[in-house]
């Protein structure tokens, strides 16, 4: 059963209120970026506190500073002015749970959902898979910390990143709903 006749019920709901936003500016308003995951548990509008309109949000599998992230926090601030950087990642995230073999190995064997239990992620589908997985680095998270510390590091040396943008980062806690901050990772990326 889809889910579409939700989605569409919900956007004509908040079409009939939408008021003035499609006045808002291009630019984002409060001048900053996030970077962070596709999971569903977070929501950076209010665990950031954002408004549209507010900010940019730049969501990935685990949050990680892949090359179309750092594409789009570089026209965040290239061409739309952004000032500060956040990279934030989360307690209890899926990219801890596998690696970049298990993952070619899960796709080599089906293209279908594999399933999670207490020794990892597993296939439960029937073939054909493929074995372009292997050419992929999924970006797969083995410390939660050292990961942020590594995506901002590689965002602070990147050579299309100035060096008077700071970059912060923390880990958001899926059960608190608090923003716990890297000391390394924020002084790593510590504007020069």
């Known amino acids: 059963m889809s889910v579409r006749p939700e989605v569409i019920a919900a956007n004509t709901a908040y079409a009939e209120n939408f008021g003035n936003k499609g006045s808002l500016a291009l630019p984002p308003a409060r001048q900053f970026a996030i970077l962070t995951c596709m999971d569903a548990r977070l929501d950076p509008a209010k665990y950031a506190g954002l408004a549209e309109g507010d900010a940019h949000v730049i969501r990935n599998a685990g949050g990680r500073a892949s090359d179309d992230a750092i594409r789009s926090l570089v026209i965040s601030y290239k061409l739309l002015g952004t000032a500060e950087w956040f990279v934030i990642h989360h307690t209890d995230c899926g990219m801890e749970f596998f690696t970049n073999e298990v993952m070619s190995g899960l796709l080599a064997s089906s293209l279908e959902t594999a399933a999670l239990g207490a020794n990892g992620f597993t296939d439960i589908g029937k073939g054909p898979g493929s074995t372009e997985g292997r050419y992929i680095n999924w970006l797969t998270i083995a410390d939660a910390e050292g990961s942020v510390v590594e995506d901002v590091a590689r965002i602070r040396n990147h050579p299309l990143v100035p060096k008077n943008i700071p970059v912060y ?14 000391p390394a990772a924020t002084a790593v990326g510590k504007a020069s």
């Open 169 to 182: 980062g923390y880990i958001y806690d899926v059960r608190t709903g608090r923003l716990v901050e890297v």
